[in-house]
C-alpha cells in the first residue's frame, strides 16, 4: 500500500513539473550564408546564460525546460549579429514575442511566434584611414594652397594684362571688391610673399650658396 | 532639440574612435586559447577512413569535436555550468553523437562534422541511470535510456520515442544497467543490495517484457562498478570480499556461477577492489569475449570467455593503464606500462590471442612537473600492409591531454587545467644578462673615477655588440621566408623589451576532483601553476601540486618583482582552507616556476586575512602579514630588520576583516608587540541582508589629477581615499517586490560610514569595480527586468582640505556624492577596469558578456555629471547629455570574433607605454590583448606611413634643387640681358 502511494507521489511530481515548463522555439537565418558554416559557433541565450539552446543544422533551435516568464532570447555568434527579442511565457503556457525595449518595459511591439530571427554580418573593425590622390587633392590645406596658386599661375595667362581696356576693367572690379583703399592689395600681397619666399629660399640655401653671387658678377 | 542630438552625435563619433581594433591588427598583439576541461568521455570518430576528429564531453559541460593533428577546436558547444548542463553519457555512432543532458533531462544528438544539432528532445523527470544503443542485425537504430523507475526507447534518427515502459518493482530494485547484444533484446540489470540481481528483459519491437528474473546475489551492490557483459551475453562479476568472479548467462539463466580467482592462479593485491574492462565495439554485435580485470593499481589480466571457461591470455604487471580499439574486424589492447621515472612505454597486444604485435612500442615521457597518466584513449587504424598502427591520447592527473603517434612523437599536447584559472598576476620579465651588468653597475660603490669610466666604457660596447648581434638576427630572419622564422619561446631568450609590452603570466588553476570526494572526510584535490609569456601565449613553465585541501581558497602576491637583481623574483601564493582557515604558502620564482629555497612559515593557526605591505626587508622583498583566528600577526619574511620596521611602522598598519556570516566588519590597528587593537565595527544584521563583496582599491593605481576642471575653469577635487571600501550587499529576502541591493563606502581606518545607497527593487549578482574617487557596480533590476549600471563618485569640494597627504584620521568633512544610474542592454559576467602605468590616459570599463565578447565602455558614460539639458558649461567640459540606455557598439569589442567562453575574470595590468593597458581575460578560454583606452599617443601609431612622409621629403628635396637651378638660370639669363 505504502508503494503504491509512493508511486502516485512521484507520478504527480512528474506532471507537475512538466506542466510548469515551457519551449521557446524558433529559427535564425542569415541572409545568403548556409546555415552548415555558422551554426556550429552558435548558441541560443535566454536571459543572459540562465537557459542555453543550441540550433538544429537547418538553423531551427528549441530552448526546453523554461519556467513562466519574460525572457530575452538572444542568438549568438561570433560573426553574425541577430536582433534579440523578448518572449513572454504565461503560466498557462501562451506565448508572446515582442521587441526588445528596456525603456518602455511594458510596451508592446509584437513580433512572430515560433521566433524569426534574421541574422546580419557584425563587421567589428575601425576601417584604417587609407591615403589616396583624391584624399591628399581634397584636404582643405591642400585646396588652400593649390587654388591660389592656380589663380597665380594661369590667370595672368588667360587674360591679357597688356590690354589697358581689360587693366581698366580689373581695377574697377578690384575696386568693387575693396571699397577700403586702405587694405593692401590681394595681388600686391601675393607678390610679396612671393618674392619673400624667394628670398628665404635663397637663405636658406646649402653650402652652394654662394654661388649666384659668384655667377652675378 | 536638434542641437542635443547634434552634440550626442558629436560625441558618438569621438569616442566610437577610441578603443577599437583595425582590422590589419588582428593576432598581432593579441591570442585566444580555447579549452574544454577535463575530458570524461572521448571517442575517435572512425565512420570516414581520413577523419581527424576526437569528438570530447567534459566535466565542465562541454561537447567538442577536436583536430587530431594539431590538437585545436573544430567546434565546440557550451552547455550551461552546473547539473543542468552535464553531460551523463557520450555515445558516437557513425556521424551522429548522441548525449544525455542533465541528469537525464535532455537527450541530444549532434551532427559530429558539421558540428549542429540533429534533435534535442525533453525526457521524463527522473535520475538518470544508464544509456546504450541498441541494434538490430548488424544495424544500429535506437537509443535506450535507462533512469530510476522507467527505461524508454528512442529513435536515433529523430528522438521520437519508440515505446516508454515502466520498471517493475522500481521501489525495490536499483536498476543500473541497460545492455543489448543486437539481438533484438534489451536487457536491464538491477541489484537489490546484499539480495539478488534482477534482470528484465524487454523486446525491441514493442517494449514487452520477454523474461524477467532474479538471481541470488548476496556480495553484490553496484554492477556499474564490479560487473560487465562479456562475450555472448555472459554477466561477468567480480566480488573483493571472496576474490570470485561470478559469472551470470543471461540467455539461460542458470545459476550464477562462482569461480574463485586462486583457481586461475591471480591474486588482488590487498585493499584493492578489482574492476573488469570488456568492449562493445558494434552497438549491434555482442562484446568480445576478452576482457581486462584489473587486480591492483599497476596489475592487469587479459582473460577470455571459452566456451564458458575463463582463460589467462597475458598477465600485466605492472601496467597502469589499458585500453581497447577496434579498427575492421581486428580488436587490440594497449597497455601502459612504466618504464622508468620518467617515461612510461606503451604496446599493442592482439586481444583474441593476448601476442605483442611488433612495432608498436611508443614511449611516453612524462613531465616531472606533472601528474601521472590517468586515463587512455587508443585510436586503432589498418596500416597499408594489413598490420595495426594506433594513436592515442593519455590524460594525466593535471589535465594534460598528450596526443602520441607511433614512434613516440607528440603530436599535440592541451594543458586543460587553464580552462580553470582561479588567479593570475603578470611579472614583468628580467633584463637580458647585459642589460643587469649595466644596471650593476649603479648599485656598486664607487671605486675611482677612472675605473668607473672604463667600465661604462666596456659596458657601452658590450651593448653596442648586443645592438649589432640584433640588427644582424633580424637582417638574417628577413631573408628567410617568413614560416621558417622560429619563435621559441624558451626561459633563456625572455627579457623585457624596451617598453615592457611583454611579461610573464603566472596563472595558478585548480584541479578538482569530484571522483568520491564525498565518500571522505577529508578530501584532497591539486592546483597547477602555469607561467605564460603574454606575448605569444606559450606556456614557459608549469608546475603540479597535489595534496592540497579540495574547497581551497588562493591568493597569489608578488613578494619581489625583477626589479631588484641579483635577488630572484618572488611570488608567494597563500592556500586556504575554505572549512578549517588552515592555510600554506608556497614560495617560486614566478619566471622559472622554481619553488623557492625559502622555507615558508608553518601556520598552525588558522589564517582571517593576509596582508601585502608596502614595507621590504633587506633583500627588497615585500612583507607579508597574516593575522591567525587569535589575532596574532606574523609576519613573511620576519626577519630582525622587518621586524624592527614594522615596530616602527606599526601606529600607521591598520586592517580590517569581513564575516559575512554575521554580517560584521571590525577594524583592527597593530600594536608594536605584533598583537592587535580592535578600532571600529559595524555590524550589518545578516537576517535582513548579507555582505556579498568588499572591494577597495588596487594598490599599484595611479591618480594623475587631483581634480576635475569645470566649465567655469574652477576645479573640483576628488575624494581620493586609499583606505575606502565600498561593501556590496544582498538582501536576503528574495521576494520580488522587497529585494534590494545595497552599497556602503566605509573608510577601512576609522570605520566612518561615508556614504550609504540602496537600490530597490533590484537584486544580485552584483558586479562591482572601485577605483580612484568612483565605485561602478551592476545588478539586476526585478521591477523592469533589465541590468542597471550605477556610478558613484566623490568629490571634496571646490576645495582641497590637505593637498599634499590624505589622512583618515583628519578629514573633517564629508565628501560630496554624485550617483547616476544607466540601463545596461545585456547581461554580464565579470566587470574590471583598465589601468596604466601613471593614470593619465581615460580609463575604461572592460565588460565581459554571456555572448563572450568583451566591451570596453569608457567610463565617460558613468559620468554621474551627465546633464540632462546641455549647458555652454558642460560642453565645455565635454560631457555626455545624459541618456537612460548605455550603448553598445560593435567596434567597441576588444576581442572582436574572438570570442571568450564564460569569462570569469579580467586582468588588467600597466605596461610601460601610458597610453597601453594589458588585458587577460580568462574563463573556459584565455584571451590576451592590449587596449588603448586614449588611443596611442605616445608611440608612433603601427599604420604609421613612413612611405608618404620619406618620398613627401625626397619630393621637396628635389624640387628645391630643381627651383635652385632654375631660379640660377634665370638670375644668369636676367644678368645677360
Request: charged share 20%; hydrophobic share 40%.
Amino acid at each position: 500500500n505504502l508503494h503504491k502511494k509512493n508511486l502516485i507521489y512521484y507520478a504527480g511530481v512528474s506532471s507537475q513539473s512538466n506542466g510548469d515548463r515551457f519551449k521557446i522555439e524558433g529559427r535564425a537565418i542569415v541572409p545568403g550564408v548556409k546555415t552548415q558554416d555558422w551554426v556550429s559557433t552558435a548558441r541560443v541565450l535566454v536571459e543572459g546564460e540562465e537557459y542555453v539552446g543550441f540550433l538544429r543544422t537547418d538553423g531551427s533551435f528549441a530552448v526546453n525546460d523554461i519556467p513562466s516568464g519574460s525572457y530575452v532570447v538572444e542568438v549568438v555568434t561570433p560573426t553574425f549579429r541577430f536582433e534579440p527579442v523578448r518572449v513572454d511565457i504565461t503560466s498557462k503556457g501562451k506565448m508572446r514575442a515582442r521587441l526588445v525595449n528596456f525603456i518602455k518595459t511594458s510596451e508592446v511591439i509584437r513580433q512572430p511566434y515560433p521566433l524569426q530571427i534574421r541574422g546580419s554580418p557584425q563587421s567589428y573593425f575601425m576601417r584604417r584611414e587609407t591615403w589616396g590622390w583624391t584624399d591628399f587633392l581634397m584636404n582643405p590645406m591642400v585646396m588652400m594652397m593649390v587654388l591660389p596658386l592656380l589663380i597665380i599661375v594661369l590667370l595672368p595667362k588667360v587674360v591679357n594684362t597688356n590690354d589697358p581696356e581689360m587693366r581698366k576693367e580689373m581695377e574697377q572690379s578690384m575696386n568693387m571688391l575693396n571699397p577700403n583703399p586702405e587694405l593692401p592689395d590681394v595681388s600686391e600681397l601675393m607678390t610679396k610673399l612671393f618674392s619673400g619666399s624667394k628670398g628665404s629660399g635663397k637663405a636658406g640655401g646649402s653650402s652652394k650658396g654662394t654661388r649666384p653671387a659668384v655667377k652675378r658678377r | 532639440m536638434a542641437k542635443l542630438i547634434l552634440q550626442w552625435l558629436k560625441f558618438v563619433v569621438l569616442c566610437g574612435t577610441v578603443g577599437a581594433v583595425f582590422e590589419d591588427q588582428v593576432g598581432k598583439f593579441d591570442w585566444r586559447q580555447q579549452y574544454v576541461g577535463k575530458v570524461r568521455f572521448a571517442h575517435f570518430d572512425t565512420h570516414v577512413q581520413s577523419s581527424k576528429k576526437v569528438v570530447v564531453a567534459t566535466e565542465k559541460n562541454v561537447f567538442a569535436a577536436l583536430n587530431t593533428r594539431t590538437g585545436e577546436l573544430f567546434w565546440r558547444h557550451v552547455d550551461k555550468t552546473g547539473s543542468e548542463g552535464n553531460i551523463d553519457a557520450l555515445l558516437l555512432q557513425g556521424a551522429d553523437a548522441v548525449l544525455v543532458v542533465g541528469n537525464g533531462r535532455l537527450l541530444r544528438s549532434w551532427e559530429v562534422n558539421i558540428g549542429g544539432l540533429n534533435w534535442e528532445i525533453l525526457l521524463d523527470s527522473g535520475s538518470f541511470q544508464s544509456a546504450c544503443l541498441v541494434g538490430q542485425q548488424d544495424n544500429v537504430k535506437y537509443v535506450a535510456v535507462l533512469k530510476k523507475t522507467v527505461i524508454s526507447l528512442h529513435y536515433l534518427s529523430n528522438g521520437h520515442q519508440k515505446w516508454i515502459e515502466n520498471l517493475p518493482d522500481s521501489e525495490t530494485v536499483d536498476y543500473q544497467a541497460v545492455y543489448s547484444g543486437g539481438n533484438g533484446e534489451v536487457y536491464v540489470l538491477g541489484v537489490v543490495p546484499h539480495s539478488h540481481i534482477a534482470v528484465v528483459v524487454y523486446s525491441v519491437d514493442d517494449g514487452e517484457i520477454l523474461k524477467q528474473f532474479s538471481v541470488e546475489a548476496a556480495w553484490l551492490s553496484n554492477i556499474q562498478t564490479s560487473c560487465a557483459v562479456v562475450g555472448k551475453g555472459m554477466l561477468t562479476c567480480v566480488d573483493s570480499t571472496t576474490l570470485s568472479l561470478y559469472m551470470l548467462d543471461l540467455h539461460t539463466q542458470l545459476q550464477m556461477t562462482q569461480l574463485p580467482l586462486q583457481t586461475l592462479g591471480l591474486e588482488v593485491d590487498p585493499g584493492f577492489h578489482p574492476t573488469l574492462v570488456s568492449t562493445q565495439p558494434n552497438a549491434a554485435r555482442q562484446p568480445l569475449s576478452e576482457f581486462f580485470l584489473q587486480l591492483g593499481p599497476e596489475h592487469y589480466v587479459l582473460l577470455q570467455l571459452n566456451n564458458g571457461q575463463i582463460v589467462t591470455l597475458r598477465d600485466f604487471k605492472p601496467a597502469m593503464l589499458v585500453s581497447f580499439a577496434t579498427t575492421g574486424e581486428k580488436t587490440v589492447a594497449a597497455v601502459m606500462s612504466p618504464k622508468n621515472k620518467t617515461a612510461c612505454g606503451l604496446n599493442l597486444f592482439s586481444a583474441d590471442t593476448g601476442r605483442r604485435l611488433l612495432d608498436t612500442t611508443l614511449i611516453f615521457n612524462m613531465d616531472p612537473y606533472g601528474g601521472k597518466p590517468e586515463t587512455l584513449y587508443v585510436q586503432a587504424f589498418l596500416k597499408k600492409d594489413d598490420s595495426v598502427g594506433y594513436r592515442a591520447i593519455v590524460q594525466t592527473e593535471d589535465h594534460t591531454l598528450t596526443f602520441l603517434q607511433q614512434p613516440g612523437r607528440v603530436m599535440w599536447t592541451r594543458e586543460e587545467a587553464l580552462s580553470d584559472v582561479v588567479t593570475m598576476e603578470m611579472v614583468d620579465l628580467p633584463l637580458t644578462g647585459t642589460q643587469a651588468e649595466l644596471e650593476g653597475e649603479f648599485g656598486k660603490k664607487a671605486d675611482g673615477l677612472m675605473s668607473m669610466v672604463l667600465k661604462r666604457l666596456s659596458s657601452q660596447f658590450i651593448l653596442l655588440q648586443a645592438w649589432v648581434s640584433h640588427l644582424w638576427k633580424l637582417f638574417y630572419d628577413a631573408r628567410k621566408p617568413r614560416s621558417q622564422v622560429k619563435n621559441d619561446v624558451t626561459i633563456e631568450n625572455l627579457s623585457r623589451d624596451e617598453f615592457n609590452l611583454q611579461k610573464m603570466m603566472v596563472m595558478v588553476t585548480a584541479i578538482r576532483k569530484p571522483v568520491n570526494c564525498r565518500l571522505h572526510s577529508f578530501c584532497f584535490s591539486s592546483f597547477k601553476l602555469f607561467g605564460i609569456d603574454s606575448k605569444t601565449g606559450t606556456i614557459v613553465w608549469k608546475h603540479y601540486l597535489d595534496n592540497i585541501p579540495s574547497n581551497a581558497a588562493f591568493k597569489l602576491m608578488v613578494q619581489r618583482t625583477t626589479a631588484h637583481f641579483p635577488h630572484p623574483p618572488q611570488c608567494t601564493l597563500l592556500i586556504k582552507d575554505k572549512d578549517t582557515g588552515l592555510a600554506t604558502l608556497h614560495v617560486f620564482n614566478p619566471i622559472f616556476g622554481k619553488k623557492s629555497h625559502i622555507t615558508p612559515p608553518a601556520l598552525p593557526q588558522p589564517i582571517l586575512q593576509s596582508l601585502l605591505l608596502p614595507l621590504m626587508d633587506q633583500d627588497y622583498a615585500k612583507v607579508l602579514l597574516l593575522v591567525d583566528d587569535q589575532y596574532k600577526v606574523s609576519a613573511f619574511p620576519s626577519t630582525k630588520n622587518v621586524l624592527q620596521q614594522l615596530q616602527e611602522m606599526a601606529s600607521s598598519i591598520f586592517f580590517y576583516l569581513v564575516d559575512s556570516s554575521q554580517g560584521r566588519l571590525s577594524g583592527y590597528r597593530l600594536r608594536t608587540d605584533l598583537s592587535t587593537e580592535l578600532i571600529w565595527e559595524v555590524v550589518i544584521p545578516p537576517e535582513i541582508q548579507r555582505i556579498v563583496s568588499v572591494k577597495g582599491k588596487r594598490p599599484n593605481e595611479h591618480v594623475h589629477s587631483q581634480g576635475r576642471v569645470m566649465g567655469d575653469r574652477s576645479v573640483l577635487y576628488k575624494y581620493l581615499n586609499p583606505n575606502l571600501l565600498a561593501i556590496v550587499t544582498e538582501s536576503t529576502d528574495s521576494h520580488q517586490e522587497r529585494s534590494f541591493v545595497g552599497i556602503l563606502l566605509i573608510d577601512g581606518v576609522t570605520g566612518r560610514i561615508i556614504h550609504e545607497a540602496v537600490q530597490r527593487k533590484t537584486k544580485g549578482p552584483v558586479h562591482v569595480v572601485h577605483s580612484e574617487n568612483w565605485v561602478v557596480y551592476e545588478y539586476w533590476s526585478t521591477k523592469s527586468r533589465r541590468n542597471e549600471f550605477s556610478v558613484i563618485e566623490l568629490y571634496e569640494g571646490m576645495e582641497l582640505y590637505n593637498s599634499t597627504v590624505f589622512s583618515s584620521l583628519d578629514r573633517p568633512h564629508a565628501p560630496q556624492v554624485l550617483q547616476q544610474s544607466y540601463i545596461f542592454p545585456s547581461a554580464i559576467s565579470t566587470l574590471e577596469a583598465t589601468l596604466t602605468e601613471k593614470g593619465i590616459t581615460s580609463r575604461h570599463l572592460l565588460i565581459g558578456l554571456p555572448s563572450g565578447g568583451i566591451l570596453s565602455l569608457p567610463k565617460m558614460f558613468l559620468d554621474p555629471r551627465r546633464p540632462e539639458i546641455v549647458t555652454e558649461q558642460s560642453r565645455e567640459e565635454n560631457l555626455i547629455p545624459y541618456a537612460p540606455e548605455l550603448p553598445i557598439r560593435t567596434e567597441w569589442y576588444i576581442n572582436y570574433n574572438q570570442t571568450i567562453s564564460r569569462v570569469r575574470g579580467i586582468y588588467t595590468a600597466p605596461s610601460g607605454l601610458e597610453s597601453t593597458c594589458l588585458v587577460v581575460a580568462y574563463g573556459l578560454d584565455i584571451y590576451q590583448t592590449r587596449v588603448y583606452p586614449s588611443k596611442q599617443f605616445d608611440v608612433l601609431k603601427d599604420d604609421y606611413d613612413y612611405m608618404l612622409i620619406s618620398s613627401v621629403l625626397f619630393a621637396l628635396f628635389f624640387a628645391t634643387m630643381i627651383s635652385k637651378r632654375l631660379a640660377e638660370v634665370k638670375l644668369l639669363n636676367r644678368a645677360w640681358r
